[in-house]
């Protein structure tokens, strides 16, 4: 019962900056983890970045430095920096988070994507 709202995406220069955000709603009280994925074309899905419900994060090599992922819990929301963008990062992102209840145990769900295009 997570519902995920993503917005953000667009068409960027190389070397500009996009902020991604993601608003959840349903039974936001059981949400643990955020994150972003995201998957280019032709490609696998693949891990962007984490942040626990304790502010820790984590990034995925390619874009340590260059984006940064935070959470605002009192708005149930997560967000993606991008900074100095490049063509490779093209993708459709999508928001995730975990839920954990005791009688569900772990759950993920995931937005529906939004796309983020970076032109040279």
């Known amino acids: 019962q997570v519902h995920l709202v993503e917005s953000g995406g667009g068409l960027v220069q190389a070397g500009g900056s996009l902020r991604l955000s993601c608003a959840a709603s349903g039974s936001t009280f059981s949400i643990t983890t955020m994150g972003w994925y995201r998957q280019a074309p032709g490609k696998q899905r693949e891990w962007v970045a984490t942040?626990?419900?304790?502010?820790?994060?984590n990034y995925r090599n390619s874009v340590v430095g260059r984006f940064t992922i935070s959470r605002d819990n009192a708005k149930n929301s997560v967000y993606l920096q991008m900074n100095s963008l490049k063509p490779e990062d093209t993708a459709v992102y999508y928001c995730?988070?975990?839920?954990?209840?005791?009688?569900?145990?772990?759950?993920?769900?995931w937005g529906q994507g939004t796309q983020v295009t970076v032109s040279s």
């Open positions: 942040v626990s419900s304790g502010g820790n994060t």
């Open positions: 995730t988070c975990t839920t954990s209840l005791a009688y569900a145990g772990l759950r993920t769900h």
